[in-house]
């Protein structure tokens, strides 16, 4: 833990091949010199049958090779209480105890029945071995498919009252969504740490994925990055960068509980931003 107690984690998730996991365990060693407080790897949904091979062996390497605690990410809405179970036991022979619980994004199949929303599997997990500690997923720019804000804070309140003790927010591009996304969880007395999570844009592959699948708004300063470079790489990489160094200094200055950066497996954008920010969560103020 970082001597303000402010928190600095990583977020990677598990290749497709072999070239791509030689690659992340790359990232990861190379992670590791900057001393997050924990790294987490996520978990695709519908995965029951992959997921040794991947969410745990990455977080089994990070929590077991590497001494840095693992938060791994487990969507259930395709699983049941059994499968649950089992992957519980498994993190918890290899003393993996953080698990970021999640319903997942839901296909045209059909989902099991056990775990309908995220708070499902919040309460399962901590009726099961409290010991777990357990992280939800929350959103500043209101879940896509909730059909208002109001109704997306009662089930968060729902989610943390079932027993999450932290919170990681999707990516946002604004910081005064979060700032006013956390005054409303003060307001409806959500009271648990939330990590904002911050996503440098690097690449114009990124950025076409986020113009079709985000609905988290985007400034027009941030706009105005992307349509300027857009075809010139190494000038989007930088400005991406300096945004994200821009959004973290921000919100660190006004107390964040702490930054969860999406590194997507870019251990050198993660090192650039940790090189311009390191110094501020080392400060008691
Ligand atoms: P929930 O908290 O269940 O919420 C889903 C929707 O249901 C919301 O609109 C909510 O308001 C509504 N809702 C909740 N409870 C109720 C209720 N009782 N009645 C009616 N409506 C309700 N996905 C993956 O597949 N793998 C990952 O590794 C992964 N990692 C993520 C990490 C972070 C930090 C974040 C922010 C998201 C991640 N996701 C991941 C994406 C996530 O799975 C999707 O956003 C998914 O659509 C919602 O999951 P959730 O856990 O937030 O769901």
């Given amino acids: ?70 938060v791994a990410h487990l969507p259930a809405a395709y699983l049941d209480k059994t499968q649950v179970i089992e992957i519980l036991e498994r993190l918890r022979e290899k003393q993996i105890m953080k698990v970021l619980a999640l319903r997942g994004d839901i296909s045209d199949e059909a989902t099991k029945k056990d775990f309908k929303y995220a708070s499902d599997l919040v309460k399962f997990i901590k009726d099961y071995d409290s010991s777990f500690e357990v992280l939800g997923a929350c959103y500043p720019d209101v879940h896509p498919e909730s059909i208002n804000r109001i109704s997306d804070f009662h ?47 690097i690449n114009r592959n990124q950025i076409l994925r986020l113009l079709k699948n985000c609905n988290t708004p985007l400034p027009a300063k941030f706009i105005r990055i992307l349509e300027k470079y857009e075809h010139n790489p190494v000038a989007l990489r930088d400005a991406g960068i300096a945004y994200a160094i821009d959004q973290i200094v921000n919100l660190v200055t006004e107390d964040v ?16 931003i940790h090189s311009s920010i390191s110094s501020l969560f080392k400060i008691n103020t």
């Fill in 155 to 201: 089930y968060l309140k729902e989610k943390v009252d079932s027993g999450s003790d932290k919170l990681i927010t999707q990516l946002f591009f604004d910081n005064n969504s979060f700032y006013d996304f956390q005054e409303r969880c003060a307001i409806a007395e959500i009271n648990v740490p939330i990590l904002a999570g911050i996503m440098p844009v």
């Fill in 257 to 272: 509980a702490g930054i969860h950066l999406y590194t997507m497996n870019n251990s050198e954008t993660a090192r650039s």
């Fill in 1 to 70: 833990m970082t001597s303000d107690s402010k928190i600095l984690s990583f977020e990677v998730f598990p290749p497709t091949t072999q070239v791509g996991s030689s690659h992340l365990v790359k990232t990861l060693d190379s992670l590791r010199a900057l001393s997050p407080d924990f790294i987490s790897v996520t978990c695709s949904n519908n995965n029951y049958e992959n997921i040794a091979d991947t969410t745990i062996k990455f977080a089994d390497y990070v929590n077991n090779t590497l001494n840095i605690p693992a």
